[in-house]
Nanobody, 122 residues
Framework: DVQLQASGGGLVQPGGSLRLSCAASGLTFSEFTFGWIRQAPGKEREVLSCIGRQGISTFYSDRVKDRFTISRDNAKNTVYLQMNGLKLEDTAVYYC???????????????WGQGTLVTVSS
C-alpha cells in the first residue's frame, strides 16, 4: 500500500548538483518521518539524511552534511534531497524510506522506494 517513488537521479559531472524527489502515497504523509539511504556497488548501505514530521528535526551523516540538504513539503507529499558539490564517490543508488516516529528515527526504515541512480562522472 505504501508507495515511495524516488526520482531525479541521473548523470552529473563532479562538482555538479542534483535534487532528488520522493513522492509518497498510501500513507498519511505528515505522520511519517523519512530518510535517504544510498548504496554503491560493493559497499554497505549508508544512511545519508533523515527528516522529522514537520521538517524541523534533521539528521545528516558526516560525509554529506556540508553538501546535502533534506527538506519536505507536506502539502505535496514529497521529500527532497538537494545534493551539491557532488563527488565521484557519491555514485550510488539513492533510496527514500519511511523511518521511525516514536522511536527508531533514522535507525528504522520500514518502507522503501525503488531508488534512483546517481552517477557522478566526467
Amino acid at each position: 500500500d505504501v508507495q515511495l517513488q524516488a526520482s531525479g537521479g541521473g548523470l552529473v559531472q563532479p562538482g555538479g548538483s542534483l535534487r532528488l524527489s520522493c513522492a509518497a502515497s498510501g500513507l498519511t504523509f505528515s505522520e511519517f518521518t523519512f530518510g535517504w539511504i544510498r548504496q554503491a556497488p560493493g559497499k554497505e548501505r549508508e544512511v545519508l539524511s533523515c527528516i522529522g514530521r514537520q521538517g524541523i528535526s534533521t539528521f545528516y551523516s558526516d560525509r554529506v552534511k556540508d553538501r546535502f540538504t533534506i527538506s519536505r513539503d507536506n502539502a505535496k507529499n514529497t521529500v527532497y534531497l538537494q545534493m551539491n558539490g557532488l563527488k565521484l564517490e557519491d555514485t550510488a543508488v539513492y533510496y527514500c524510506a519511511t523511518s521511525g516516529v516514536l522511536s527508531g528515527f533514522c535507525s528504522e526504515f520500514p518502507s522503501w522506494g525503488q531508488g534512483t541512480l546517481v552517477t557522478v562522472s566526467s
